[in-house]
């Protein structure tokens, strides 16, 4: 059989793959052949590799990226830079480098300890939660420092005052940010992020209005990160008198992105809101999604 060229233009032209077999478009691509790669990833164009071929509808083939790791063990070890080389980025190229860095690191977490079989409890069985001190205790060299993944989301991600990287944050689960297919870049950064905001109301585990109970439900990473999204989003008090700062912010956000008989409905300004439960089973794609 001939060996087709499969030449994908991906994210305005920035990935050209050049595949030595034919790609099926419900599992992993093969990485035998080298890519050509244009320079706007830079240093993430590895990991954009690794994220368009495991990476599907924010879910991961997890059992083939264990097996075929090197890419993203490499793309890990160069994440190791002094730190002076990140003070001459512009703020968007240091807030992509923290958002890829972190979900390349949870990538490898779960991988290094795939298949995760925990006892079923207050997680299900396959959390990342079951690998000991996943965000809090691991630590992982970036920058010139060990940090933990909790330390990224605490402490580097809050000095872009922008809450809405806290939805692109793949945690491993399927509560979390729904992971992309493609690297943050600088070039694409607020555009990338907006579609991350847009991307949280179509998903249940972020955003659910209930018209006939009048009642909305929303992640609970709104509740993790209340000062973040207080100070980024105050809200419109005019139109919802009496509404908590965190349910200002909750609106500000996600108005745009509902339809518009939702926003009437929520206009009303007569629902109730509540957290819903976090969704902790790993976001593996392996035997066709998470159990």
């Known amino acids: 059989m001939t060996t087709p060229m499969i030449v994908r233009a ?78 001459g980025w512009s703020r968007d190229q240091r807030a992509a480098y923290w ?41 992982h060299r970036v920058a010139g420092r060990n940090v933990s993944l909790e330390q990224i989301e605490k402490e580097m991600l809050p000095t872009f005052d922008d809450p809405r990287m806290y939805f692109a944050l793949g945690r491993g689960s399927v509560g979390g940010g729904r992971l992309r297919s493609e690297v943050f870049t600088a070039d694409r950064l607020d555009s990338q992020l907006t579609t991350v905001a847009a991307e949280c109301v179509t998903r249940n585990e ?9 009642r909305i439900e929303v992640s609970p990473i709104f509740g993790w990160r209340t000062d973040a999204f207080t100070k980024a989003y105050p809200g419109d008090t005019t139109v919802f008198a009496g509404r908590s700062p965190i349910e200002l912010a909750i609106l500000h956000l996600v108005l745009p992105h509902v339809l518009p008989s939702e926003r009437r409905g929520l206009r009303a300004n007569t629902f109730t809101l509540a957290y819903a439960p976090y969704d902790w089973r790993l976001n593996d794609l392996t035997g066709g999604g998470p159990r």
């Open 10 to 87: 991906a994210r305005a032209g920035v990935l050209l793959l050049a595949l030595g077999a034919s790609l099926l478009p419900t599992g992993p691509a093969s990485l035998a052949a080298q890519p050509v790669l244009l320079p706007d990833l830079g240093m993430h164009a590895s990991l954009e590799i690794v994220l368009d071929t495991y990476v599907r509808e924010g879910l991961v083939y997890y059992r083939a990226l264990r097996s075929e790791r090197g890419r993203l063990d490499r793309y890990i070890s160069g994440l190791d830079l002094p730190p002076a080389a990140l003070e």
């Open 99 to 139: 958002l890829n860095a972190y979900n390349a690191l949870v990538l490898r977490t779960v991988i290094n300890a795939y298949p995760i079989t925990g006892r079923a409890g207050e997680y299900p069985s396959d959390s990342i939660q079951h690998v000991a001190g996943a965000f809090t205790a691991k630590r």
């Open 206 to 214: 972020c955003f659910r209005y209930d018209p006939a109970a009048d």
